[in-house]
T-cell receptor, first 113, second 110 residues
């Protein structure tokens, strides 16, 4: 059974700092990996999706990498801002026809002004 | 283009009552999903659908039923609510690879 772990569970950084969020998964037979952002009391917003054949994806100040063989992904946030404060979730989709996602528990990020 | 919408946003039920949560998407997506989110446990898949008229069980299906009579709608039913079903429920849809989520329904069962 696929398990997804995100460490740390919470992170607090001063504004302007570059930071890395980690995601690990136990089964490397994945189709893709998706990073989401969740604001308090809100739904999930998709940030980046990396296909299993890709090594990284970038969107603005965000860069996500994938090392499928080691079961790891990282989300790099450059020049963090208070508006980046949210919970960040990673989720993996298995290889094959199934499209269900397995989620990690998330990292709660606070960026201090 | 509203994306994925969920009705209602909040609900309080007493143990044993029933209710239906409605999810609607206007993106013509084939796949739809229902998840629940509990503190410290991430999101867990309840049921999903790969197209109109189809449904399948996810990781935590017990106590829930679903129907997909129309492509744009996916209904989640609780026949006899229990306190363990207190949670935030999210609907999502996808095609082909990326999942899009609704704003969630916060359900409390007393």
């Amino acid at each position: 059974k696929q398990e997804v772990t995100q460490i740390p569970a919470a992170l607090s950084v001063p504004e302007g700092e570059n930071l890395v969020l980690n995601c690990s998964f136990t089964d490397s037979a994945i189709y893709n990996l998706q990073w989401f952002r969740q604001d308090p009391g809100k739904g999930l917003t998709s940030l980046l999706l990396i296909q299993s054949s890709q090594r990284e994806q970038t969107s603005g100040r965000l860069n996500a990498s994938l090392d499928k063989s080691s079961g790891r992904s990282t989300l790099y946030i450059a020049a963090s801002q208070p508006g980046d404060s949210a919970t960040y979730l990673c989720a993996v989709r298995p290889s094959g026809s199934a499209r269900q996602l397995t989620f990690g528990s998330g990292t709660q990020l606070t960026v201090l002004p | 283009n509203a994306g994925v919408t969920q009705t209602p946003k909040f609900r309080v039920l007493k143990t044993g009552q029933s209710m239906t949560l409605l999810c609607a998407q206007d993106m013509n997506h084939e796949y739809m999903y229902w998840y629940r989110q509990d503190p410290g446990m991430g999101l867990r898949l309840i049921h999903y659908s790969v197209g109109e008229g189809t449904t399948a069980k996810g990781e935590v299906p017990d106590g829930y039923n679903v129907s997909r009579l129309k492509k744009q709608n996916f209904l989640l039913g609780l026949e006899s609510a229990a306190p363990s079903q207190t949670s935030v429920y999210f609907c999502a849809s996808s095609y082909p690879n990326e999942q899009y989520f609704g704003p969630g329904t916060r359900l409390t069962v007393t």
